[in-house]
């Protein structure tokens, strides 16, 4: 498969890696069916959050549980972690050296564990409350939705660590660029789901 021809959607290495850059057309394609897949888990998550919104059962609703500060933060900490985790492709595509593409995968990984610290403040304060899932409908809903984020984030965070390990042992071979490709897509997948989550159930719950 020639490499001017050999183009999929996400990075594209290019001429400069073209072994992996032909490996990464089949490979990445196929990740890409897996998010779909699992899009459309997101998107039944997020129907019945919405249909579940007023089923408080006579408790507490977004207005008395949400932290609309936190909730910026993960945010802003997500949207950052996409952003170093670009850098960290470019130091893959562009880059002579492993330790660049390291130090942005390292970067990228705080602000995630940034994200999911907040995140599980806010579930342990929510329980604190007596807003446990079994509460109501709607919190049923709400952690059904927002924790299964924080799971793949928490996935995506383990799969990270994984790769700089891998990287330091076995270096940037076709198998690691294409895996790292393949973690790129990931990680900005998640960023987009959260964009989501925060507009249709903070910004939302809190108009």
């Not at 952003?83 to 990984?109: C, D, E, N, P």
């Not at 799969?159 to 990287?167: E, L, R, T």
Request: one cysteine or more; charged letters at 10%; hydrophobic letters at 55%.
């Amino acid at each position: 498969m020639s490499t001017e021809i050999c183009k999929h959607p996400g990075l594209n290495l290019g001429a400069a890696h073209p072994e992996a850059h032909d490996a990464a057309e089949v490979v990445v394609f196929g990740f890409w069916v897996f998010l779909m897949s699992d899009l459309v888990l997101f998107g039944l998550l997020f129907a019945t959050y919405v249909t579940m919104l007023g089923a408080t059962a006579g408790g507490s609703g977004p207005k008395e549980l949400f932290d609309l500060e936190s909730a910026f933060i993960q945010t802003m900490a997500l949207l950052t972690s996409s952003f170093t985790f670009g850098m960290a492709s470019l130091a893959l595509k562009y880059g002579r050296h492993k330790l660049r593409l390291l130090l942005w995968l390292a970067v990228s990984l705080i602000f995630g564990m940034i994200f999911l610290a907040f995140e599980v403040h806010d579930f342990v304060t929510m329980f604190n409350m007596g807003a446990v899932p079994s509460r109501s409908g709607f919190l049923s809903a709400f952690f059904a939705l927002v924790p299964t984020h924080g799971l793949h984030v928490t996935a995506g965070s383990i799969w990270m660590v994984i790769m700089m390990i891998q990287v330091v042992i076995f270096g940037i071979d076709t198998r690691i660029k294409t895996r790292l490709l393949r973690l790129g897509l990931f990680w900005h997948f998640l960023d987009i789901v959260w964009v989501g989550i925060f507009s249709v159930v903070y910004l939302a719950g809190l108009a």
